[in-house]
């Protein structure tokens, strides 16, 4: 994975799509055009910066999870949080600030959103934790299973980065369901989710036939051109699920990294998150360090 080719398509997608992000596809005249003088990121992008400043090598989960945890709360209370954050996160750090742990009740407030989804690409870069840090990060916002199982799969490709992303989506879920799949043996994974109390194949499996609709959903719109509204059929992004089918499904599709920013900030949805994680998929595997100024 290059990190630093992912971490420039993840903003450049951002600041694309959050142009528009409440604009709807039958009001966009035209595909959205990148922008012309600053490029002005969101709270995708912050957040993002949040957790790469919140993670060290050698952290016990205890200490990651109190560095997330101020972190984001940094981020919440700053001045430069002025750019539509979303309620789940808000209302979570508003819930941490007064003291309760994430898995306690009134903690984590139970959302499928994609706030956990967005920001992830800090937790995909430790080769022997990146599971419970991508869990984690998670979970310390959104405790749902929704939020981690479409963390872990969009955290999955961004490691692997390149050939039919969807379809290996779909077999990293089902991997995930049936308990075979390696990553769920990580002992940091384990630690992590300890607090929860719960089976976490089972817990996952929840809602594992949401995020398997989804992918398939994209893998079907695929297959019938990248063309109109993104979100057509797939979802609208808001959620991770949906969220996560649409960046893999955008990064699969067969257009330049620029058409497929433009495409995906074109929406009718969450045009800066689908954007910023396709990007940040996109840019993973990227190995040119001049990868996104040549495809400018």
């Given at each position: 994975?290059?990190?630093?080719?992912?971490?420039?398509?993840?903003?450049?997608?951002?600041?694309?799509?959050?142009?528009?992000?409440?604009?709807?596809?039958?009001?966009?005249?035209?595909?959205?055009?990148?922008?012309?003088?600053?490029?002005?990121?969101?709270?995708?992008t912050q957040m993002t910066l949040a957790?790469?400043?919140?993670?060290?090598?050698?952290?016990?989960v205890a200490e990651a999870t109190d560095?997330?945890?101020?972190?984001?709360?940094?981020?919440?209370?700053?001045?430069?949080?002025?750019?539509?954050?979303?309620?789940?996160?808000?209302?979570?750090?508003?819930?941490?600030?007064?003291?309760?742990?994430?898995?306690?009740?009134?903690?984590?407030?139970?959302?499928?959103?994609?706030?956990?989804?967005?920001?992830?690409?800090?937790?995909?870069?430790?080769?022997?934790?990146?599971?419970?840090?991508?869990?984690?990060?998670?979970?310390?916002?959104?405790?749902?299973?929704?939020?981690?199982?479409?963390?872990?799969?969009?955290?999955?490709?961004?490691?692997?980065?390149?050939?039919?992303?969807?379809?290996?989506?779909?077999?990293?879920?089902?991997?995930?369901?049936?308990?075979?799949?390696?990553?769920?043996?990580?002992?940091?994974?384990?630690?992590?989710?300890?607090?929860?109390?719960?089976?976490?194949?089972?817990?996952?499996?929840?809602?594992?036939?949401?995020?398997?609709?989804?992918?398939?959903?994209?893998?079907?719109?695929?297959?019938?051109?990248?063309?109109?509204?993104?979100?057509?059929?797939?979802?609208?992004?808001?959620?991770?699920?949906?969220?996560?089918?649409?960046?893999?499904?955008?990064?699969?599709?067969?257009?330049?990294?620029?058409?497929?920013?433009?495409?995906?900030?074109?929406?009718?949805?969450?045009?800066?998150?689908?954007?910023?994680?396709?990007?940040?998929?996109?840019?993973?595997?990227?190995?040119?360090?001049?990868?996104?100024?040549?495809?400018?």
């Amino acid at each position: 994975m290059n990190y630093r080719n992912a971490l420039i398509g993840l903003a450049a997608g951002d600041a694309w799509g959050y142009q528009v992000e409440f604009t709807s596809y039958a009001q966009m005249r035209a595909p959205v055009a990148p922008p012309s003088d600053t490029w002005v990121i969101s709270d995708d992008t912050q957040m993002t910066l949040a957790l790469e400043d919140a993670l060290r090598p050698g952290q016990s989960v205890a200490e990651a999870t109190d560095a997330i945890t101020r972190e984001f709360s940094a981020w919440a209370h700053s001045p430069l949080n002025d750019r539509a954050p979303g309620n789940t996160c808000m209302g979570s750090i508003r819930n941490l600030d007064a003291g309760r742990q994430w898995f306690e009740p009134g903690g984590a407030i139970e959302s499928g959103g994609c706030g956990a989804v967005m920001r992830l690409l800090p937790a995909t870069t430790d080769d022997e934790r990146w599971v419970g840090l991508t869990t984690l990060q998670a979970v310390i916002t959104h405790r749902h299973p929704l939020a981690v199982i479409s963390a872990i799969v969009l955290a999955d490709a961004v490691r692997r980065p390149g050939g039919p992303l969807l379809p290996q989506a779909v077999s990293v879920l089902d991997s995930i369901v049936d308990g075979s799949w390696p990553g769920l043996a990580e002992p940091f994974l384990a630690e992590a989710v300890a607090p929860l109390g719960v089976d976490l194949p089972a817990w996952l499996a929840d809602d594992a036939a949401i995020l398997r609709e989804h992918l398939v959903h994209a893998q079907d719109r695929l297959a019938a051109g990248a063309t109109g509204d993104p979100c057509a059929g797939v979802g609208e992004g808001w959620d991770a699920g949906t969220a996560t089918a649409l960046a893999l499904m955008v990064a699969e599709a067969p257009l330049s990294p620029f058409e497929a920013l433009q495409w995906a900030a074109t929406s009718n949805g969450d045009s800066d998150s689908i954007a910023a994680m396709a990007g940040m998929v996109i840019g993973a595997g990227a190995s040119s360090a001049t990868f996104w100024a040549d495809a400018g």
